[in-house]
């Protein structure tokens, strides 16, 4: 009997132990199927969809042109003396900048000066001759009326009188003709010194001390480059949003991640019927004189601002070859990818225009690992002060 009773305790013992034995290895196994799950979870991290303000913007391309271009040219002909300036210098309005050699036309100068005094000597003579002939043929009138000179007599006064009067207005014709050579001669010879028209940049030399030169002819090319204007093209569909005085950013290849401020300052109201697009021009300061005629500018036009749904950049994917962009939406303990329709890109943010509904939860890091349907271990919440203040500014709109 008391070797029975010791058989069944040993059964009982070993059946206690088995069981206890068989729960710790569920346990274990369980919590290594747990350690495989997590393992094979992705972490990554996570955003929240909020609003945000984004500027309404516009973008085209164009060409700089200066404000004002002046191809210099000489206005006589004559022999070059003297280049006082160079590509690259720096000129202002009214300054000398080439000469001509001025030999002949001085020589014409003095010449028509000389003609012009001969011709006051004459006026001077004629006057006096004029002024006699006049006396006599007033007194001879007076003589004829009395009958005491014969006709013949005062049609020989009257003659004179006529001849001297013809002679004082052909000399006074001379002396006016002398004057106006002078002039003329005087221009001519100031024209010897060719000036800048316009303060600005030299930006082509054409001319050489000895080249005989002539009218017409380019010599150098002056640019006022203190401010450009930029012409683009716009699509017909933008020309009611479009405004005088709008703000414009301009960049240009030169002078990567700078921006130049600038405005538009004219609209054309007429729309090109083979292009169906209409023209607008911006004007750009450019004091510091970075900028160059000729230069290929971007232009953003800034129309406004709205505000809409946006996602952290990061988050966005890009189907290879295509404008398609997509990012995995956190669902429970899974990513699932979707497409969204995309708008204005920032450096931070992206506009979402639709897609995506206000605190969804998108993947910002680790999305390039992710498959539709992976399950994912949330590591971080990286803009859980904008979600606050978006979160904030919802509720009170939906309270007003």
């Known amino acids: 009997m008391k070797r029975k ?17 068989f729960q710790v290895f569920s346990k274990q196994k369980q919590k290594d199927i747990d350690v495989q799950a997590v393992d094979k979870a992705l972490p990554v991290t996570i955003a929240a969809v909020v609003q945000h303000e984004f500027r309404e913007e516009i ?20 022999t070059v003396t003297g280049v006082l300036v160079d ?31 001969a011709a006051e000597a004459a006026i001077l003579q004629a006057n006096a001759q004029f002024e006699r002939a006049e006396k006599d043929y007033i007194r001879a009138t007076e003589l004829l009326k009395e009958r005491v000179i014969p006709q013949s007599r005062f049609d020989a006064v009257e003659a004179a009188f006529k001849t001297a009067r013809e002679t004082v207005s052909s000399v006074t014709a001379q002396r006016n003709q002398a004057k106006a050579a002078l002039g003329s001669a005087l221009e001519h010879l100031n024209d010897t010194d060719i000036r800048s028209p316009i303060t600005g940049a030299v930006v082509e030399r054409n001319v050489e001390i ?39 950013m301009i960049t240009v290849d030169s002078f ?9 300052i004219v609209i054309n109201p007429m729309v090109d019927r083979q292009t169906r697009t209409f023209r607008v021009r911006i004007q750009v300061p450019n004091q510091a004189g970075k900028l160059v005629d000729g230069m290929f500018a971007k232009v953003k036009l800034f129309m406004g601002k709205r505000r809409t749904l946006s996602v952290p950049r990061d988050a966005l994917q890009r189907l290879p070859g295509s404008g398609t962009y997509y990012v995995f939406v956190v669902d429970g303990k899974k990513a699932v990818r979707r497409t969204l329709q995309v708008g204005v890109i920032e450096e931070q943010l992206a506009e979402v225009r639709d897609g995506l509904a206000h605190g969804e939860k998108v993947v910002t890091s680790g999305a390039g690992r992710l498959r539709t349907g992976a399950e994912i271990i949330v590591r971080d919440l990286t803009n859980k002060n904008e979600t606050d203040k978006s979160q904030g500014s919802t509720s009170q709109e939906d309270r007003r």
Not at 5 to 21: E, Q, T
Not at 62 to 74: I, Q, W
Not at 256 to 263: L, V, Y
Request: hydrophobic content about 50%; overall charge neutral.
């Open 210 to 248: 000895g080249q005989a030169v002539a009218p017409g002819v380019q010599l150098l090319r002056i640019v006022d480059q203190t401010s450009l204007k930029a012409d683009i093209d716009l699509p017909e569909g933008d020309i009611g949003r479009v405004a005088i005085e709008a703000t414009a």
């Open 87 to 117: 590509v690259g210098d720096r000129v202002k309005s009214g300054q000398v900048v080439i000469r001509l050699d001025r030999t002949n036309l001085d020589l014409a100068v003095k010449q028509v000066r000389a003609a012009l005094a």
């Open 256 to 264: 990567p991640g700078e921006e130049f401020s600038g405005k538009v």
């Open 59 to 78: 973008s085209a391309v164009g060409t700089l042109k200066a404000r004002e271009v002046s191809p210099l040219s000489p206005k006589v002909a004559g």
């Open 5 to 21: 009773s010791a058989y069944i305790m040993i059964a009982v013992s070993v059946v206690v132990i088995a069981i206890i034995v």
